[in-house]
């Protein structure tokens, strides 16, 4: 297992953030979205913070749902011009996304586009302090970021050691503006996350035991959240549940949901979270039989006694939480099926545990409009 981000978890722990930036350098650039952070007043209380500390700071607050190439562009011009000595992201998984861009490729040679086609990022960017205001994504301690190339409709990572933020201040207090939908939803992409890790190809008892616990925290404490979002507890273990599937998925890997999710979410504009959850059960009762065992004890976790019902399990869930369980809103066809499969083979993909043939996506994706 690797951890090497410096992880700060508990209620308040935002008041640290000022010595723990002192520490990295006195020229700070803070990333975050176009306005729910204003509006919540969690943007001010954050600079606050930083500028107690007497840090010198700079804002990009353009991040939309889903960055760009184009912003995260815009973001290292300004890193570079300002000469920052550090990046903070603020938000959900997009400002973490921009963010961790922002830092790592600062200080290299070549075009965000170069390092999207695939060329290697070869040395340490700025430092880079997550501070994440969902409970959903894990960003926060990953070594990617998921952008989006708007001109072919392209969403996929830029991967490298060199992206792991250096802090993660996960404060569930920041958590408790969040509405009931985006709840739903980033509390779906870490549930789904926790479920894929758990019965990846490429596991570990270590991973194992996160993803378990992960699983039925979540399970048992979202739809309390969506519910009533103000309930300090709750939105506490969301942040916990959520951090520990970080950890797990980013060692043992995803599966069919995350690799068609992606080309879903960047051609249609799901959310990715709602993309996820209308996938997750369909993909499940794909990959049972690669994993019976492995599914018998997620159906323990969440109360299911037979494991052929999981599937159902889910689906009913996901009515429970407020949540769409097909794409028809979004004019997904099955003629769009064939792009949609030939986008889906990422690193996602080939770690599901069951090999999944252009039909078998096929057939998974009928069930889903």
């Known amino acids: 297992l690797m951890y090497p981000t410096r992880i700060i978890f508990g209620r308040g722990v935002i008041k640290e953030l000022g010595k723990e930036i002192s520490s990295l350098g006195k020229k700070a650039l803070l990333v975050t979205g176009r306005s729910s952070m204003r509006k919540t007043g969690i ?3 954050v600079t606050g913070v930083i500028k ?5 700071l700079d804002l990009f607050d353009r991040v939309e749902h889903d960055p760009c190439l184009e912003t995260v562009n815009q973001g ?9 000595d550090v990046v903070i992201g603020l938000g959900g998984g997009s400002a973490m996304d921009a963010a961790k ?6 200080r290299q040679s070549g075009t965000i586009w170069e390092y999207y086609a695939g060329r290697k990022i070869e040395k340490e960017g700025l430092p880079f302090v997550a501070i994440p205001t969902t409970a959903g994504t894990g960003a926060e301690i990953t070594n990617n970021s998921v952008l989006t190339d708007r001109k072919v409709s392209l969403k996929k990572s830029i991967r490298s050691p ?29 549930f789904t996350q926790a479920l894929e890790s758990y019965v990846t190809r490429t596991p570990n008892p270590i991973t194992d035991t996160l993803a378990l616990q992960a699983i039925e925290i979540i399970f048992q404490n979202l739809p309390q959240a969506v519910a ?21 998925f ?11 999710a992606h080309p879903i979410g960047a051609r249609f504009g799901v959310p990715h979270g709602l993309a996820c ?28 006694e037979r494991v052929e019902d999981l599937p159902y399990a889910i689906k009913r869930f996901l009515e429970r939480i407020g949540l769409s369980l097909n794409f028809r809103p979004y004019g997904i066809t099955e003629a769009h099926f064939p792009s949609i499969i030939a986008e889906s083979r990422s690193s996602s993909m080939s770690k599901n545990p069951r090999e999944a043939s252009d039909e078998d996506l096929r057939e998974i994706l009928k069930w889903t409009i």
């Open 277 to 304: 959850a209308i996938l997750l059960p369909q993909v499940i009762g794909f990959n049972l039989r690669a994993r019976p065992e492995k599914f018998t004890q997620i159906a323990k976790k969440i109360g299911v």
């Open 43 to 45: 943007l001010d209380r």
């Open 250 to 260: 980013s060692n043992s890997g995803l599966g069919a949901v995350h690799g068609l």
């Open 162 to 190: 060199y992206m792991i933020a250096r802090v993660a201040l996960v404060d569930p207090d920041l958590t408790l503006f969040l509405p009931s939908q985006v709840t739903a939803y980033t509390g779906m992409d870490a």
């Open 228 to 248: 009533n979002g103000k309930d300090a507890e709750i939105r506490e273990k969301m942040a916990l549940g959520s951090l520990l599937s970080a950890m797990a």
């Open 76 to 84: 290292i011009k300004i890193a570079r011009k300002k000469k920052s």
């Open 101 to 106: 861009a922002i830092a790592s490729l600062a």
């Open 52 to 56: 107690q500390e007497g840090i010198s």
